[in-house]
């Protein structure tokens, strides 16, 4: 067969599947793998850390590099351009109603009552959940809307602190200039999520967080005097959101967490939690492993040794920012591309 031909049917094989489906989706068929059978619904809509890049390139690489098929849906526009300032909008949110694993990238969301049904209905399921970032604060519902128990600042701290273990407290570093260095937890260096993971860095500032007791602990965020790889630990005092003053590396604040919530219909929700997860985060291979081996064990599968978390394509990250995302892109524009 000509080089040529061998190149295009290549290519073939990893193309999103758009054809009769729903525009406003990437979706990615999955394939020879662990994963094969099993289908992630991966969930983009921040306005200032990029999700719209982060999750069609995590989809690929668990489509491409582990068999899982992966479904990503956006907040748009009445344009069908993504918009991550259309806090209620989500699209194809029928892919919920298969999914065995939710990757989520939000933050103060309001969808409307089909979209939330349908989120409602995956989670208590039991199906395992992987916050990122502002997920800690993913939904915002107004006045007695009936998902009012999902809004962040409620009196039990919406799904965030409920189900993920927090909801938003603060800019524990300062946002903008100084990053994270991920410390693993040494008590729980040998939980299956961090299998293969050897270091773990990113742009972001670290978030103040409490998880309850019943969650395990596996990195703390030491934060960085800049966001230079080499930069030294920062050193300051700072109160926290409970008036305790404290260095604000000692102790170090939680970074990645998991848990498993026991629902009130008697199903457990396996949930990893991260207040990392930019996109230019995830840049980071550490970062990567861990995403990619929660989902392992979010499913109740094995983790693998070493997994493959190399992005297919080009992967180059737009800095997180408001109001910073790349203009007049569609969800089809997003599919990652070898």
């Given at each position: 067969?000509?080089?040529?031909?061998?190149?295009?049917?290549?290519?073939?094989?990893?193309?999103?599947?758009?054809r009769?489906?729903?525009p406003?989706?990437?979706?990615?068929p999955g394939g020879?793998?662990?994963?094969?059978?099993?289908?992630i619904?991966?969930?983009?809509?921040?306005?200032?850390?990029?999700?719209?890049?982060?999750?069609p390139?995590?989809?690929?690489v668990?489509?491409?590099?582990h068999?899982?098929k992966?479904t990503?849906l956006?907040s748009v526009?009445?344009?069908g351009?993504i918009?991550?300032n259309?806090?209620?909008?989500?699209?194809?949110?029928?892919?919920l109603?298969?999914?065995?694993?939710?990757i989520?990238?939000?933050?103060?969301?309001h969808?409307?009552?089909e979209?939330?049904k349908?989120?409602?209905?995956?989670?208590?399921?039991g199906?395992?959940v992987?916050?990122l970032r502002?997920?800690?604060?993913?939904?915002?519902?107004?006045?007695?809307?009936?998902w009012k128990?999902?809004t962040?600042?409620n009196?039990?701290?919406?799904?965030g602190?409920?189900?993920?273990?927090?909801?938003?407290?603060?800019?524990?570093?300062n946002h903008?200039?100084?990053?994270t260095?991920g410390?693993i937890e040494?008590?729980n260096?040998?939980?299956?999520?961090l299998?293969?993971?050897?270091?773990?860095m990113?742009?972001?500032?670290?978030?103040?967080?409490?998880?309850?007791?019943?969650?395990?602990?596996?990195?703390?965020?030491?934060?960085?005097?800049?966001?230079?790889p080499d930069?030294p630990p920062?050193?300051r005092n700072?109160?926290?959101?409970?008036?305790?003053e404290?260095d604000?590396?000692k102790p170090?604040?939680?970074?990645?967490?998991?848990?498993?919530?026991?629902?009130e219909?008697?199903?457990?929700?396996?949930a990893?939690?991260t207040?990392?997860?930019a996109?230019s985060?995830l840049?980071n291979?550490?970062?990567?492993?861990i995403?990619?081996?929660g989902?392992f064990?979010?499913?109740?599968?094995?983790?693998?040794?070493?997994?493959?978390?190399t992005?297919?394509?080009?992967?180059?990250?737009?800095?997180?920012?408001f109001?910073?995302g790349?203009k007049?892109?569609?969800?089809a524009?997003?599919?990652?591309?070898?």
């Amino acid at each position: 067969m000509h080089r040529r031909t061998l190149l295009l049917s290549a290519a073939l094989a990893f193309a999103p599947v758009l054809r009769g489906a729903d525009p406003g989706v990437v979706e990615l068929p999955g394939g020879e793998g662990p994963g094969k059978g099993k289908h992630i619904v991966l969930l983009a809509g921040d306005e200032e850390y990029r999700s719209e890049e982060a999750l069609p390139m995590l989809a690929g690489v668990l489509s491409k590099r582990h068999g899982f098929k992966c479904t990503v849906l956006f907040s748009v526009n009445k344009e069908g351009i993504i918009d991550p300032n259309s806090g209620g909008s989500l699209t194809g949110s029928a892919a919920l109603d298969t999914a065995d694993a939710i990757i989520m990238s939000l933050r103060f969301r309001h969808w409307d009552d089909e979209a939330m049904k349908r989120f409602d209905a995956a989670f208590k399921r039991g199906i395992p959940v992987i916050g990122l970032r502002t997920s800690t604060h993913a939904f915002n519902f107004e006045g007695n809307s009936q998902w009012k128990e999902y809004t962040w600042n409620n009196k039990e701290g919406g799904f965030g602190k409920k189900v993920l273990g927090e909801t938003w407290v603060s800019h524990w570093g300062n946002h903008g200039p100084e990053g994270t260095r991920g410390i693993i937890e040494t008590a729980n260096k040998d939980n299956p999520v961090l299998r293969g993971v050897k270091d773990v860095m990113g742009d972001t500032d670290v978030y103040e967080a409490a998880p309850p007791a019943d969650a395990t602990i596996l990195v703390r965020g030491e934060v960085m005097s800049s966001q230079a790889p080499d930069s030294p630990p920062a050193s300051r005092n700072k109160k926290t959101s409970g008036g305790k003053e404290q260095d604000v590396n000692k102790p170090m604040m939680p970074v990645v967490w998991t848990r498993e919530y026991k629902q009130e219909n008697g199903k457990t929700t396996r949930a990893l939690c991260t207040t990392m997860g930019a996109a230019s985060d995830l840049k980071n291979e550490g970062l990567r492993r861990i995403i990619v081996n929660g989902v392992f064990w979010g499913l109740n599968m094995e983790v693998p040794a070493a997994a493959d978390v190399t992005p297919v394509g080009e992967y180059k990250p737009t800095k997180f920012g408001f109001n910073q995302g790349k203009k007049g892109v569609k969800p089809a524009d997003t599919a990652p591309k070898e």
